[in-house]
């Protein structure tokens, strides 16, 4: 494994796997992202959930875009939702 790789912890690949999911990133970012993906079961197992969320949302949606206001928003507090909750729920080594 790479230096970057140890450097990128689960909790920040999940923050953005919509990001990766609605390839709304740059190329170094998506491969960074991609490479701890296919190496990491959990994170395998997390992207596949919400790979299947987001086409189930595609479907029901009719695709439908949020406004960029509203879809900044929710981003932003997916990302502290999910820190929140992962320093939370950590346990103790």
């Known amino acids: ?21 609605d390839n709304e990133c740059d190329q170094a970012v998506k491969a960074r992202l991609r490479e701890h993906i ?18 189930l949302l595609n479907r ?8 960029d206001s ?3 928003r929710l981003t932003m507090e997916i990302r502290t939702s999910y820190v929140e909750t992962r320093v939370v729920t950590e346990p103790d080594n």
């Open 1 to 21: 494994m790479s230096d970057e790789m140890d450097d990128l912890d689960c909790s920040a690949v999940l923050a953005d796997v919509w990001l990766l999911l």
């Open 38 to 55: 296919d190496r990491c079961s959990p994170c395998i197992e997390a992207y596949g959930l919400e790979e299947k969320l987001k086409s």
């Open 60 to 67: 029901k949606c009719g695709g439908d875009r949020a406004p």
């Open 70 to 72: 509203l879809r900044q």
